[in-house]
């Protein structure tokens, strides 16, 4: 869960979105989250939803929506790092309002909290129709990064 801030940060939007290390994880690839913009106040992701995806009513599993939360909140904090800094999440809460249907998840991640030693981010995830399938909330620890040698 922890990422290391190495991205530059003077990009805005898409060319952000386009270098966060987030997206370089096993579990963002795997389950196909694309940023398409990335600020320090707001992250915008989709994820298409594939078979893997659902469970066995034909909806979007919650570990998914979850996990794809969790990557677009990651992200959001991961770009607010100062330099030489890494973050984890250490607490998620999600609620579930709908079923999330296909063909594509929405995200949009916002910052509750921005601090010194912890980040608190809302990721509201929408089915194509609009209707928000779940609110996530997960707060995000920020701590130095290791040396090398340590």
Excluded: C
Excluded at 10 to 15: F, N, S, V
Excluded at 93 to 102: E, L, V, Y
Excluded at 124 to 150: E, F, L, W, Y
């Amino acid at each position: 869960m922890a990422e290391r801030s190495t991205h530059r940060r003077k990009a805005p939007g898409a060319a952000a979105a386009a270098e966060s290390p987030v997206m370089q994880g096993g579990m963002a690839r795997s389950l196909g989250v694309r940023l398409i913009s990335l600020t320090k106040k707001k992250v915008v992701a989709e994820m298409p939803i594939k078979p893997m995806h659902l469970n066995r009513a034909g909806r979007v599993n919650g570990g998914a929506i979850m996990a794809f939360a969790d990557a677009v909140g990651a992200a959001g904090a991961v770009f607010n790092l100062p330099p030489g800094h890494r973050s984890g999440t250490i607490e998620s809460k999600s609620n579930f309002f709908a079923a999330g249907k296909g063909p594509v998840l929405k995200a949009v991640s916002i910052p509750l909290h921005i601090g010194r030693t912890t980040s608190v981010w809302q990721t509201t995830i929408k089915n194509v129709d609009g209707g928000v399938a779940a609110i996530v909330t997960q707060t995000q620890i920020v701590i130095p990064a290791k040396s090398p040698g340590r």
